[in-house]
């Protein structure tokens, strides 16, 4: 057996009930593949119990990865779970030459499909097993976020309208139906919605406009697999901008599974664009970023290229 990882250390933070008890299940199977797939690595496992003690334990690891002087191989972050765990590592290893590895295990799993890891698994271990890593962009908020932060990445999607109040609904409810939750939710959140009264800045320039929703993306999913943002890339140096103006809760029923292929955005309401910068604000308006609650608005979102090595097919 090859020792080429001799001396390299490889921290997998895991929500051990992500996927409603999935990631707990895998757990072992994962790290006997890691231990097969990445021979002499010295591998650490932190099965936490918290957002916080999650949240800690990357930044810990991170820390202590930033010393590493093994430059083939270098120290490296895992984080294995939902969508919750991907933004906690992005934002431990954003700005860092710190390489980080997803392991899907949730029920939504966006980032994972917006930068082309396999939301499988184990297919998505193999990937860290092959070595192979490159950088992408992230996207950076600042504003008055929550936890009294004024900076964080995010690496999928920025929500403030209708689709944010689905995300807020699908976080409120204890029991899960895995991806289908969100289209439930948005279900029960659109018998009383209206359009909302927005307030931006692209790129400088001021739109003010009522739309059922104004999402920017960096990678283009959110709510299990909708493409709020079907042309992102996440090397382009840029932000996706979609709006759906206002329209009838019938006529937005009728868009939501379009948005699982994209087709929706052929419709008449809707219209993308892309910059740079984007300040976000308005009234009535929630604040969410890879599914989970940033703050509140107003909010700049700004593209920060090759800010994330991660670990890719």
């Given at each position: 057996?090859?020792?080429?990882?001799?001396?390299?250390?490889?921290?997998?933070?895991?929500?051990?009930?992500?996927?409603?008890?999935?990631?707990?299940?895998l757990?072992?199977?994962?790290?006997?593949?890691?231990?097969s797939?990445?021979?002499?690595?010295?591998?650490?496992?932190?099965?936490?119990?918290?957002?916080?003690?999650?949240?800690?334990?990357?930044?810990?690891?991170?820390?202590?990865?930033?010393?590493?002087?093994n430059?083939?191989?270098?120290?490296?972050?895992l984080?294995?779970?939902?969508?919750?765990?991907?933004?906690?590592?992005?934002?431990?290893?954003?700005?860092t030459?710190?390489?980080?590895?997803?392991?899907?295990?949730?029920?939504?799993?966006?980032?994972?499909?917006?930068?082309?890891?396999?939301?499988?698994?184990?297919?998505?271990?193999?990937?860290?097993?092959k070595g192979?890593?490159?950088?992408?962009?992230?996207?950076?908020?600042?504003?008055?976020?929550?936890e009294?932060?004024?900076?964080?990445?995010?690496?999928?999607?920025?929500s403030?309208?209708?689709?944010?109040?689905?995300n807020?609904?699908v976080?409120r409810?204890?029991?899960?139906?895995?991806?289908?939750?969100?289209?439930?939710?948005?279900?029960?959140?659109?018998?009383?919605?209206?359009?909302?009264?927005?307030?931006?800045?692209?790129?400088?320039?001021?739109?003010?406009q009522?739309?059922?929703?104004?999402?920017v993306?960096?990678?283009?999913?959110?709510?299990?697999?909708?493409?709020?943002?079907?042309?992102?890339?996440?090397?382009?140096?840029?932000?996706?901008?979609?709006?759906?103006?206002?329209?009838?809760?019938?006529?937005?029923?009728?868009?939501?599974?379009?948005?699982?292929?994209?087709?929706y955005?052929?419709?008449?309401?809707?219209?993308?664009?892309?910059?740079?910068?984007?300040?976000?604000?308005?009234?009535?308006?929630?604040?969410?970023?890879d599914?989970?609650?940033?703050?509140?608005?107003?909010?700049?979102?700004?593209?920060?290229?090759?800010?994330?090595r991660?670990?890719?097919?």
């Open positions: 057996m090859s020792l080429e990882y001799d001396g390299t250390t490889f921290s997998l933070v895991v929500n051990p009930r992500a996927g409603r008890g999935k990631a707990k299940a757990l072992p199977t994962v790290t006997a593949m890691l231990l797939e990445l021979p002499g690595v010295n591998l650490k496992v932190y099965q936490t119990s918290s957002f916080a003690e999650a949240r800690s334990c990357c930044a810990t690891a991170v820390e202590a990865a930033k010393s590493s002087e430059e083939r191989h270098p120290d490296s972050l984080v294995m779970g939902g969508d919750g765990m991907m933004h906690l590592g992005l934002n431990a290893c954003g700005g030459d710190v390489p980080l590895g997803l392991i899907p295990a949730g029920s939504g799993d966006d980032f994972c499909r917006g930068v082309n890891v396999p939301v499988q698994t184990l297919g998505a271990v193999a990937v860290i097993g192979k890593t490159d950088t992408i962009d992230l996207m950076e908020l600042t504003g008055n976020l929550s009294q932060m004024e900076r964080r990445f995010a690496g999928s999607i920025f403030s309208g209708f689709d944010a109040r689905v807020a609904r976080n409810t204890r029991w899960s139906i895995g991806s289908l939750s969100y289209s439930y939710a948005a279900l029960a959140e659109l018998s009383a919605f209206e359009p909302l009264a927005y307030r931006l800045l692209i790129d400088g320039e001021p739109l003010e009522t739309a059922m929703f104004i999402c993306g960096n990678a283009g999913y959110f709510g299990g697999g909708m493409k709020g943002c079907p042309f992102a890339d996440i090397r382009d140096g840029m932000l996706d901008v979609t709006i759906i103006n206002p329209v009838s809760r019938m006529t937005l029923l009728r868009l939501l599974p379009a948005m699982f292929s994209g087709k955005i052929s419709d008449p309401a809707v219209h993308c664009l892309r910059a740079k910068e984007v300040v976000v604000d308005g009234d009535g308006l929630l604040a969410y970023a599914g989970e609650n940033v703050g509140a608005v107003p909010v700049r979102l700004r593209a920060v290229p090759n800010a994330l991660v670990y890719l097919p």
